[in-house]
């Protein structure tokens, strides 16, 4: 019906948006933590650094020849050029371990006021408090703070700061570690092998259930600094558990970056869910690499919101390598303003009867670009197994992207699978409707975008999906009304 | 009570330079309700969207107004505002959008005086529902996602309903229901008419007019009326034929 109307909300990429994606952010997150570190290594990377490094953390022989073996893989690997333009990365002028505290606290009241203060203001006490059975949170290089409710920890459930562990429990580390992430994964992969740092460590004996979730908070700090935390999940067979991520870092700028590695193992019949919430400011370079191995009739579950940074690149990958083991990848990312996101999924269908699902969304606004990247192998002998993979983009206006680059590789005969992709813009007749009804043009936008993010957003924890509301609700007003 | 008044004067509305609607003119108050009757194609829908602003068609000509407010200077979501309501003859649908979640911004935003009571208001949709013979769950399904062309406009009835606007226009709402579900949207009808609406019902067919009497009817030919009268009129279409009247200046295709 819309005969003489022009769609002329699209706006050119002003430094007044920039301003307000800056405001967004300063809301909650954009402010410094005023510690001076205990402990920081000289900027760049080599032997000495790491050397430097593995000293202070006291930590065994192996682990430090680990980090150099994955030094020299780092070296020899060239920065990825087939995704979003790295240029900018200078490995040089990067800071690579920065201990901000002496010790590690069990308990709000014994972290130092300066950083109780900053995780107070990012809420993480306040939700341990109303609907976690565990937290470890994180400033910089280290875990800060981690503790896990008496009931779990009676259970024989583990789960603290990944340097602890490897204090603590060398031997289950030091059986997992690498293992599914190994160095020569990719470039950011051996990087992080070789100065990883913090991290959170988890571990669900045989049979224990967890009914709460537990947590880990990530926060950076300056410019110019690299987080590097390690992660491993290790549930037993028949165990379950949700965890989930946060991550935040105030503006600055110029870049850091953001490399993790997440290991995760699901034994027999264990269930894990991993759900990742990312609100790095936009100068971070975020280019984590999580995997899961999953056993007979275990089930891995990745859940990922993408709100922030500058550049992503992550691609969760389940391989699953037992009977009936299946593996589910909810994926939604935003790329409004200046940013790339390039997100999607890894899928290896490695044993008959798996089953796999992909679900991502992505909306591209103010000149923003998103990607599915995805690869999904079944593999000659998977007999039976299933996978589907559904990628949606909403593009807000004229000067954003989306791109789709799917990798499919279907080995068995029996295997099923499907993939379905859409790309499209806002309808009109949606927000004329909506506005009949007394709802205001910008109001109507952001309901229609929530709409189609629902079938993710609505498996984000709500605290975590309440902010995500509240993002897409101010990102829509930036647009404005046609009048 | 001073009865609201709904003033359609001399209305000239043009696509893409072509004239639609003809000097129209319709005056409706609250408690009225009035037919605007004529065969397809002959601008009964326009009218609709040019009340509401969804159409942003040209309007060469002509005055609307509800009371003393201007509607013509309003955007489409003040026009709500003001008390317009328009059931769709194509309701759309958006996809993850609850129904009550939806339902809940535009009450809110139509009434913001008021205090919503959630489970109150969750209650009263619920019983709506069951009212117009609608699966209680649709409260959390997609806005018309995946609902029936005959669904959608019973869902388009509960919210002229749960919604109270001051004035209605039912743009073929008739079409594609059973007889079961026009005998309970005219039932609806007349609770709106109950509650004070004033009520324009859009329709090709006399069908529904047997279930609500108009107490106006308007024959509209070729974008412009071509005739008005009583009730009473709506039946005497109905033996004759819109071929009546055609003729003159008419070149719409009348069936």
Same mark, same amino acid.
């Given at each position: 019906m819309n005969i003489t109307k022009e769609v002329n909300w699209t706006q050119k990429l002003s430094e007044n948006d920039v301003e307000e994606v800056k405001r967004l952010n300063e809301i909650k997150y954009d402010f410094t933590t005023n510690v001076k570190p205990a402990f920081q290594t000289q900027k760049g990377l080599s032997r000495e650094v790491i050397e430097d490094m593995s000293r202070d953390k006291k930590e065994p022989e192996w682990m430090k020849n680990i980090r150099l073996k994955a030094l020299e893989i780092f070296l020899s690997k060239?920065?990825?050029?087939?995704?979003? *333009? +790295?240029?900018? +990365?200078?490995? *040089?002028?990067?800071?690579y371990y920065i201990r901000p505290e002496d010790r590690k606290a069990n308990n709000w009241e014994e972290v130092p006021k300066e950083i109780k203060d900053t995780f107070d203001k990012l809420g993480v006490p306040e939700m341990e408090k109303k609907y976690l059975a565990g937290s470890v949170a994180q400033l910089q290089s280290e875990g800060v703070y981690s503790r896990l409710k008496k009931q779990w920890e009676d259970k024989g459930v583990i789960f603290m700061d990944m340097d602890s562990a490897l204090k603590l429990h060398p031997d289950i580390v030091r059986e997992h570690f690498g293992r599914v992430v190994p160095p020569s994964d990719n470039k950011f992969a051996a990087l992080n092998t070789a100065v990883w740092s913090g991290g959170s460590f988890l571990y669900i004996p045989r049979g224990v259930q967890l009914d709460l979730p537990v947590q880990a908070y990530f926060r950076m700090n300056g410019a110019l600094e690299g987080q590097f935390e390690r992660t491993l999940i290790i549930a037993e067979p028949g165990a379950s558990v949700h965890y989930i991520e946060g991550c935040t870092a105030p503006t600055y700028s110029q870049y850091s970056l953001h490399a993790a590695i997440v290991e995760v193992y699901v034994k027999n019949s264990a269930k894990v869910r991993y759900t990742s919430v990312q609100n790095w400011s936009d100068n971070i370079i975020n280019g984590p690499t999580k995997r899961s191995w999953v056993e007979e009739n275990g089930r891995m579950e990745w859940v990922q919101g993408s709100l922030g940074s500058k550049i992503t690149m992550t691609y969760p990958s389940s391989i699953l390598r037992g009977e009936y083991a299946s593996t589910s990848n909810l994926n939604v990312a935003l790329g409004i303003g200046p940013v790339w996101k390039d997100n999607g999924a890894k899928v290896v269908h490695a044993a008959p009867n798996t089953s796999s699902k992909v679900v991502a969304k992505s909306i591209s606004g103010k000149g923003g670009m998103s990607v599915y990247r995805g690869q999904l192998r079944i593999n000659?002998?998977?007999?039976n197994s299933k996978a589907s993979v559904q990628c949606d983009a909403l593009i807000l206006d004229d000067i954003s992207k989306s791109n789709t680059y799917p990798h499919n590789e279907i080995l068995e005969e029996s295997a099923s699978f499907s993939h379905e992709a859409s790309v499209g813009k806002i309808s009109e007749e949606q927000v004329d409707y909506l506005m009949s009804r007394g709802i205001r043009e910008e109001d109507a936008r952001s309901l229609i975008v929530l709409g189609f993010l629902d079938d993710v957003l609505k498996e984000i924890p709500l605290e975590y999906s309440i902010e995500f509301n509240k993002l897409v609700k101010l990102e829509m007003n930036k647009y404005g009304a046609v009048g | 009570m001073v009865p609201n008044v709904l003033s359609i004067k001399n209305l000239n509305v043009s696509v893409n330079d072509k004239v639609i609607l003809k000097d129209v003119s319709i005056t409706v108050k609250s408690g009225e309700i009035h037919a605007l009757m004529g065969p397809n194609g002959t601008g009964k829908s326009t009218l609709a969207h040019t009340i509401i602003g969804t159409a942003r068609y040209k309007i060469n000509n002509g005055q609307l107004y509800l009371n003393d407010q201007? @509607? @013509?200077? @309003?955007?489409v979501y003040e026009r709500a505002r003001a008390g317009l309501f328009v059931a769709f003859q194509e309701p759309v649908s958006v996809q993850g959008l609850r129904f009550i979640n939806y339902l809940r911004t535009a009450y809110t935003s139509l009434h913001p005086d008021e205090k919503l009571e959630y489970k109150k208001f969750v209650e009263e949709v619920k019983e709506l529902l069951a009212f117009f013979g609608l699966d209680s769950t649709f409260t959390d399904r997609g806005l018309n996602d995946g609902l029936s062309g005959g669904e959608k406009k019973r869902m388009e009835a509960l919210q002229m309903l749960i919604l109270r606007p001051k004035f209605i226009i039912l743009d073929e709402i008739d079409s594609g229901l059973d007889i079961d579900a026009l005998r309970v949207v005219s039932k609806a009808i007349g609770k709106a008419k109950e509650n004070g609406a004033g009520i324009i019902i859009i329709t090709?067919?006399?069908?529904i007019l047997d279930y609500i009497k108009p107490d106006f009817v308007h024959v509209l030919i070729n974008g412009r009326i071509a005739e008005s009268g009583s009730g009473d009129l709506a039946k005497t279409i109905e033996e004759r034929g819109y071929e009546y009247y055609k003729g003159g200046e008419l070149d719409a295709k009348v069936e």
């Open positions: 060239p920065v990825p050029t087939w995704g979003p *333009d +790295l240029s900018e +990365l200078n490995f *040089d002028e990067l800071t000659q002998g998977a007999y | 201007n @509607l @013509l200077d @309003l955007q090709h067919y006399q069908r």
